[in-house]
């Protein structure tokens, strides 16, 4: 099965990321710097309010699934229904209680608004796939607060060279092709599972209003996974939103170049992460067979990351200039500064995924809630003076210390050694033995 979903990871991983270089390389060569500042930090608070909206279900489906599908959909519906409501109301009195509402020749509250709504649906339905190891699901379905899928880029990627070709390329016609390529994947999953929709949705219904006896251990269990993403996502895009309020969008555009080419060295990373939330979540399995597993998938993480950031670190002016523009070269040294503040990511193994899928999600929040505040502290402080460099040092802190404090607790409480093997010799035997 490890085998299988890795294959899969790959293969999908590898459509969806390159997707997502490709726009990001489009977009920042075909705008403005003010313009792709504006995008990006749209992009960035609509994600935020997304991951609101889903109140943990993008997670929940991996760490809790029952066998009943059923009743795990009715459970689904009974979170999400309040929980996007919430988060549409708080999107609303963002847009008009801020700039964007005096913008409307670039923005349009209506598109921003069914973008936002179809991607919590999309989100939540494609974890519960990866749930049921159905992974072409979950990649085709993704939203795109979370990579978005392979039907997502296929249509968006289409639209936006077809704006770039007639002259046509405008922030509003941008989320304008965001939302008709939302449409096109929900309306094929709908497609994709008619019958079974057909069938089980009059079940779905009457199990909403009945007696669950475990709805609310499942309505924890999702209530804890949203205020990890929330706090771990907020700390994540604070930096883009403080310089949005204290700099210019010229310097979002800077800052957000830096952010999303250290995406090239998550990327490895990501392949062998997606494929194996079921181990992480430790279903069944021995102490010592757990550690290792953890520590094949630290191996595997630890060679892959090892040669990408070595090449990236080298290349790095390279990078920028092929993928994003001569004009923004100028965060070399800020990208850099970034690959070093992951190396603790990488060599220390997949600790907050351990935290985040077993019984250790609140000892998670507690971590992220410590870092929060001396995060909030580094950006306003540092980006107040040095602008995109601070939000760079301040994200770089996060990532650094966070790593540091997710091994230390995972060794201390869980007494699992999540380090890579060494011998290269070892780590391939261990490897090909599980696979």
Known sequence: MIKKNLIYSIINTSIISGGGVLTYSLLSKNLSSSDFGLYSLIISIISFIILVGCFGSNLISSKLYDNNTNIHISRLVKVLIPSTIFSLTVFTIIFYFSDFSQQNDKISFTILFFIILISIFLRSISDFFRSKNQLFKFFNYNSISSGAGITFWISYLTFLIILIINNMLTLKNIFLIILLSSFIVISISVIENFKKIYINFPIIISSIFKNDLHFKAFLSASFGIFLVSIIKSFKEQFSIWTLGYFSTVDQVALFFIAYKSIFFLHVPLMIIDIAIPQILAKNNIS????????????????????????????????????????????????????LLSLIPYFLLGPCHSMMFLTKYDIDSLKIHIILLIPTIILSICLISKFNYEGAVFAYGFFLFFSQILYFLFIKINMKINTLPYINPIKALNVIKKEL
């Open 287 to 338: 102490q010592i067979l757990y550690e290792r597993k953890i520590r094949m998938i630290s191996t595997l993480r630890f060679y892959t990351a090892l040669l990408t950031i070595t090449i990236l670190f080298i290349f790095s002016a390279e990078t920028i200039n092929f993928f994003f523009g001569s004009t923004y070269i100028i965060v070399d040294e800020s990208f850099r500064f970034l």
